[in-house]
């Protein structure tokens, strides 16, 4: 039976970076995947573009934006940053990078196969795939070995860099959980999130497909504003989802069994007064013109049949036929189109969850185990995510970094 350095278990995003790394620092590694091929969700990232890292170069800003257990990631962005991310990727990997509109890190080619592919080249060696661990066996506190559907593998130090369980058809089905808490470790319950919504208007399936553009979107709590998010939103097949969804998602994973409704301002960058004095002065301006053909001055045109039943008005009234009441109904719903959430996508449509191993059992500085002596956490696996924009690639980089770095 072959010993090795290190034995890293799942080929995705983190367990990729700590293969170049522990190859960097001359290690005897081996990477074991389920899959036929690695960094299956890392091929869909960003809608196939990967998003590789957020460019935020100061300290505290970046943790900030980990609202979910950000201050365990102190350290790690300490060591390993969005700079040094885009330094890895050019220098070490060969892989020409972009900064894009919200500080995004994209490759020049706009595919995410090309990192998939640099890392399988770096790592083909190293890399067993079609072989699904088993089990994990410890004594007095150490891994003794990993037991697969082939052969049995020991290693001096080992990595669960098994993903969570979000897009299970990649692979990430919650089995470095199973590990871990066999291990001894505490997995704390998981949700998805960063993922659409489902609700319950039947007018959403009409819609599917229409984006809408630098909208103002409120989740709504005992009838307050709990959170809002401006930006893009796309109509879904049953739902709605898009960036501003998205990060919303953060907050309401475990709002789903009372549902809650959100609020979407088409109008944001116009006060309410106002808009209804440009809407009165449009009505006027076109009073032999229908509400249908009026309406395109305001909205998408595939919204509009929708937003007249909303509005319960006759597509067909003239501009001079709609009277103060009906005006302030339409104005009203321009600034307040009112959804009801009933679920999320769920974890087949999420792009990460919350829960997982919890962080109180790992040592930030290491990500070494606080209950095994020779095991190591990184990437999605931990309790811990970020909005959407290439932060949560940047845990799984900078994870792995401090992982195979205090390796001795």
């Known amino acids: ?60 800003t970046l943790v900030s934006k980990y609202t979910h257990n950000g201050k365990f990631l102190y350290h790690a962005f300490s060591e390993f940053n969005p700079v040094d991310t885009k330094k890895f990727f050019e220098e070490r990997m060969n892989i020409p990078l972009k900064i894009e509109r919200g500080d995004r890190v994209f490759p020049k080619s706009d595919r995410s196969l090309d990192v998939v592919n640099t890392f399988y080249n770096e790592l083909e060696e190293n890399i067993l795939l079609n072989t699904e661990v088993k089990g994990i066996e410890e004594k007095d506190g150490r891994i003794t070995k990993v037991i697969t559907d082939n052969e049995e593998c020991i290693a001096d130090n080992y990595i669960l860099a098994t993903g969570g369980k979000t897009y299970p058809l990649t692979g990430s089905t919650g089995d470095g959980y199973s590990f871990a808490k066999s291990l001894g470790h505490t997995i704390n319950y998981t949700y998805p999130v960063l993922v659409g919504f489902k609700c319950k208007e039947d007018f959403v399936e009409e819609l599917a497909g229409l984006t809408l553009k630098h909208v103002n979107i409120s989740v709504l709590k005992d009838g307050e504003v709990y959170k809002e998010e401006f930006g893009n939103a796309m109509f879904t097949h049953g739902g709605i989802s898009g960036p501003t969804i998205l990060n919303l998602s953060q907050y309401t994973y475990d709002m789903y069994e009372d549902g809650f409704e959100i609020s979407i301002d088409l109008k944001p960058r116009v006060e309410f007064n106002e808009l209804d004095a440009r809407v009165n002065k449009l009505l006027r301006e076109n009073g032999t013109t229908s509400l249908k053909n009026i309406l395109k001055e305001l909205l998408p045109s595939s919204l509009i049949p929708v ?102």
């Open 1 to 60: 039976m072959k010993k090795y350095d290190l034995i890293i278990v799942g080929g995705g995003a983190s367990g990729l970076m700590a293969g170049v790394l522990a190859k960097d620092k001359g290690l005897n590694f081996l990477i074991i995947e389920k899959n036929e091929r690695v960094g299956m969700k890392l091929g869909i990232t960003g809608k196939g573009r990967c998003n590789l890292s957020n460019y935020i170069t100061d300290l505290d």
């Open 307 to 408: 937003f007249i039943k909303i509005i319960n008005l006759d597509p067909y009234i003239t501009g001079a036929e709609i009277n103060k009441d009906q005006r302030s109904v339409l104005v009203s719903t321009l600034k307040d189109l009112r959804l009801h959430v009933i679920d999320s996508e769920g974890y087949q449509r999420a792009v990460v969850n919350t829960g997982g191993i919890d962080i109180k059992e790992v040592n930030p500085m290491t990500m070494r185990s606080k209950i095994i002596e020779n095991l190591y956490f990184t990437g999605d696996i931990l309790d811990l995510f970020g909005p959407t924009g290439g932060y949560n690639l940047q845990i799984a980089w900078s994870t792995a970094f401090v992982a195979v770095n205090s390796l001795t």
